[in-house]
């Protein structure tokens, strides 16, 4: 891939000619902030000096928007960058997408399209969050990389999640696949536990032994789906997973593999992105071409996969987390003004939980 845009100098009437629309085309411009700046500096300098304070209030608004101004001409630096990467390699980019269902154009025409269609909300970090949008989205035929971003929380415990994401069109439907990195887990200090970072809301019953890719990803298959999965995913695409993608969570489903790690994804990292996501549809593409599911009897049908093996099954341990921390929140707003039953009842209220989640963790196994 061409990558020299990476050390391209861009001006600040690079930027506004990115902006081929609206006010952001002479809003950005060297000499109109310059403007801004020195219409402000005279408004501020003649109402100090004369006293009269009814410049002041202009000359600050004036000041804000210049300062405004260039603070997002200076931002959107890195998208122009972006641009002319996508430019230089035959690909086309945007610089933002909000969740939208309905869309649904050409993949080649408006760059947005071939993610809207497959989108990243049906796999399981997309299950999460609301706000959730795709940014700096480079994308050719059938690969594309970009930041998938959403919100949690809200107000002082709002936070944002960003992930940078390369995903590809495969020849055929598979099986839903979910490989869970253990190099990018959350550690436990003082332990060799590692909490999973996505996999929290899949069953734990459809975890399946695969050998050596298990001593690097916890696979989750959905049920009697182990063979299928196994001979999908051959000793070639193992070997390239674990020389490539060890510290990527890998995802198929709907016929698209994406392979996702939080972070956002900055231009420096896109060429590899895409590099993984030819090697991963490069490699998956070889190994389908015998794949048939045994399930599905119809012969018109014989490229899809079953209703069965369509999405992994969710956990029910979030749904009953919840409930615990409601019945805890409304424990603590009856019981407040008595202390002693308010502890007891926390602690059976914890002892309880423990006892539900055990219970459906058992069941799901």
């Known amino acids: 891939m061409d990558t020299s845009s990476l050390s391209r100098k861009v001006t600040l009437n690079d930027v506004a000619c990115f902006h081929k629309t609206g006010l952001n085309r002479y809003a950005y411009r060297p000499n109109f902030i310059f403007g801004l700046f020195l219409i402000a500096t005279l408004m501020l300098g003649i109402g100090i000096a004369s006293g009269f304070a009814a410049l002041w209030v202009p000359g600050m608004g004036i000041l804000a928007a210049g300062i405004f101004a260039l603070i997002n001409a200076l931002a959107d630096k890195e998208k122009v960058r972006f641009n002319y990467f996508a430019q230089d390699n035959n690909l086309t980019f945007s610089a933002l997408r909000a969740s939208d269902s309905h869309y649904d154009h050409n993949p080649r025409t408006d760059p947005t399209s071939l993610i809207a269609t497959k989108s990243i909300e049906k796999s399981i970090i997309g299950q999460t969050g609301r706000s959730k949008q795709q940014l700096n989205i480079i994308c050719g035929d059938s690969i594309a990389s970009y930041t998938y971003q959403y919100t ?49 809301g899949v069953r734990g019953s459809q975890k399946i032994d695969a050998g050596i890719l298990s001593e690097h990803y916890d696979v989750y298959v959905p049920d009697s789906y182990d063979v299928d999965v196994l001979s999908v995913i051959g000793p070639d695409i193992v070997e390239k997973l674990l020389q490539f993608a060890k510290d990527y969570d890998i995802e198929i489903i709907d016929g698209y593999v994406y392979a996702y790690r939080s972070g956002q994804l900055k231009l420096k990292d896109t060429p590899t992105m895409f590099e993984l996501a030819e090697m991963l549809q490069d490699e998956f593409n070889d190994n389908l071409r015998n794949y048939r599911d045994q399930r599905v009897t119809t012969i018109s049908q014989r490229e899809g996969i079953s209703e069965k093996g369509l999405r992994l099954k969710k956990s029910r341990l979030p749904l009953i987390f919840g409930i615990w921390v409601f019945a805890i929140y409304m424990i603590v707003r009856l019981f407040a003004a008595q202390p002693s039953r308010l502890v007891l009842y926390a602690v059976t209220s914890v002892i309880c939980a423990v006892l539900v989640a055990l219970y459906v963790r058992y069941r799901e196994r």
């Open 152 to 200: 949690t929380g809200s107000g002082k415990n709002r936070r944002t999640h960003n992930w940078k994401v390369c995903m590809a069109k495969l020849s055929r439907e598979l099986p839903h696949i979910l490989l869970d990195s253990k190099a990018n887990n959350f550690t436990v200090p003082g332990t060799r536990l590692g909490i999973s970072n996505i996999a929290g």
